[in-house]
């Protein structure tokens, strides 16, 4: 079948794109580092424990102390070599090691002195497994769209490390960064998951716009509050780093913001374009207006659950946090005035504002650009009834 002008559009500039913004990706995160920390004394290597020496059990059943252990590596320049090690009894670091385990080490040189301990339980292998039964589910539930869902992970994460870091590293503006992440993540999801629709231009205009109202609305909270980038808790690091690098640290926290906010907010604003879509479809007859009504009923009903979810998931990324006030019995004046407790409800906040207004503006946007044609060749044959 031979290819008309438009389908030749369709898949060529696509493919152009993505081999454009792959080769700049490539080049933009080569970046040179500035050496925080020397590490070149320092070697992780994956092992196995091969001898426990001297065990640390007690006789309550408890551990105290450290493990004397044998291993022998499984990677690097000393693959096959066999060496004593110790692995402490922490929470953080060193495993309680048996023989046969699979571990990290970590081996320190100084001089002709090499010290060998374990760093730690070699869990790489159950990460990507649990990763990919994730995907794999995915995949099996959703179908095609299930695997258009896998691509689209998969290119936000790329962006965010070779986009997001590298932009924000070499000095750029974190929350000008984010924006930039945002829009090139939230145009290639829903392209990737709808196509080239209206429905699909209507959802990225409202998430996009979404996103950036969480921004402003956390960047207004920061200013009447007294909140900024500089009161969260790894502010010390934070600002070493920065001593040393282009780091603008003062705007990490709203970048963020707008960063965490990006999933919630694209749910709802493509669920709310493919109702208003379905509507127009089954009753073409409908108004802009009647059509904008009824995306607004449907959104209505979602934006207290994600709401909800966001608030959630911000509460309980510091529950740890949040229960040792509760146990301390701290004053409530002291709770509510600390720089910790206003950071999460900024960012729950803030990005349940981006939900809320994200629905009236997806409503509109999908109203109008469904009953109004934006294009002339809307008419061909080639392009759907709802292609942009």
């Not at 209206?198 to 200013?223: D, E, M, P, Q, R």
Request: glycine share 10%.
């Amino acid at each position: 079948m031979k290819l008309k002008p438009l389908d030749l559009i369709k898949y060529i500039v696509p493919v152009l794109f993505i081999i454009a913004l792959g080769i700049f990706l490539i080049k933009w995160s080569d970046v040179d580092k500035v050496d925080l920390v020397s590490n070149k004394s320092q070697e992780f290597e994956k092992a196995v424990v091969t001898e426990v020496i001297t065990d640390n059990l007690q006789e309550d059943g408890s551990r105290v102390g450290n493990q004397e252990v044998k291993v022998r590596f499984l990677s690097g320049k000393r693959k096959g070599q066999v060496v004593k090690a110790v692995s402490t009894n922490g929470s953080l670091y060193g495993a309680t090691c048996y023989e046969g385990m699979k571990v990290v080490t970590l081996t320190n040189q100084s001089g002709e002195v090499t010290v060998t301990s374990v760093y730690s339980f070699n869990r790489e292998p159950y990460i990507y497994g649990f990763i990919g039964l994730f995907f794999l589910l995915l995949c099996i539930v959703g179908g095609k769209n299930g695997v258009k869902a896998v691509v689209g992970l998969v290119i936000t994460f790329i962006l965010v490390l070779l986009f997001l870091f590298p932009a924000i590293y070499r000095g750029m503006s974190p929350v000008n960064a984010a924006v930039i992440t945002v829009i090139l993540t939230t145009i290639i999801t829903i392209f990737v998951l709808t196509g080239y629709t209206k429905k699909s231009l209507a959802a990225i205009l409202g998430t996009v716009s979404g996103v950036v109202i969480s921004g402003i609305a956390a960047w207004l909270f920061g200013k009447i509050s007294g909140i900024s980038g500089y009161n969260v808790s790894n502010i010390d690091s934070l600002v070493s780093v920065a001593n040393c690098t282009n780091i603008k640290i003062g705007d990490l926290l709203f970048a963020g913001i707008l960063i965490s906010s990006l999933g919630a907010v694209m749910d709802v604003g493509l669920s709310v374009a493919s109702t208003i879509t379905e509507i127009h479809d089954v009753n073409p007859e409908l108004n802009v207006k009647e059509l904008f009504k009824r995306g607004m009923n449907v959104g209505k009903d979602m934006m207290g659950t994600m709401a909800n979810t966001l608030i959630l998931a911000f509460a309980g990324g510091s529950l740890s946090e949040l229960l040792l006030d509760y146990a301390y019995n701290l004053p409530y004046l002291q709770i509510i005035n600390s720089y910790t407790i206003g950071i999460e409800l900024m960012r729950g906040i803030a990005g349940s504002i981006g939900i809320i207004l994200t629905v009236p503006l997806v409503s509109m946007f999908a109203s109008v650009l469904i009953k109004f044609r934006l294009v002339k060749f809307i008419n061909s044959p080639v392009v759907s009834e709802d292609t942009v």
